[in-house]
């Protein structure tokens, strides 16, 4: 059974920065993309950025290059999301999400993910 656990989020100034964890149990980490998407009150769950099973390879939504910076811990099992220059744009519940299929890329998961954890907070403030 697939677990995620989403923490790091937090109320931030404009400008600021916050580092979110994923961490993931009940199977081979290593073998499985992992991403991060978004959802802002009223609004769709939109991919924000993705890691390759391989971490060779790293994908980010337009709105969060060159700002935001994913990255994995394979001996933690865990996945980050370093979030710098946040603005109110930013605001939003942020979820951790991977694959039921190992080995499959970040691409294939961009529309959705399989499982999910249970979110975590980030506030920007104007």
């Known amino acids: 059974q697939v677990q995620l656990v989403e923490s790091g989020g937090g109320l931030v100034q404009t400008g600021g920065s916050l580092r979110l964890s994923c961490a993931a149990s009940g199977r081979t980490f290593s073998n499985y993309a992992m991403g991060w998407f978004r959802q802002a009150p009223g609004k769709e769950r939109l991919f924000v950025a993705g890691i390759s099973w391989s971490g060779s390879n790293t994908y980010y939504a337009d709105s969060v290059k060159g700002r935001f910076a994913v990255s994995r811990d394979n001996a933690k099992s865990t996945v980050f999301l370093q979030m710098n220059s946040l603005t109110p744009e930013d605001t939003a519940v942020y979820f951790c999400?991977?694959?039921?299929?190992?080995?499959?890329?970040?691409?294939?998961?961009?529309?959705?993910?399989?499982?999910w954890g249970q979110g975590t907070q980030v506030t920007v403030s104007s």
């Open positions: 999400t991977t694959t039921r299929t190992p080995f499959l890329s970040v691409i294939s998961m961009m529309s959705t993910g399989d499982y």
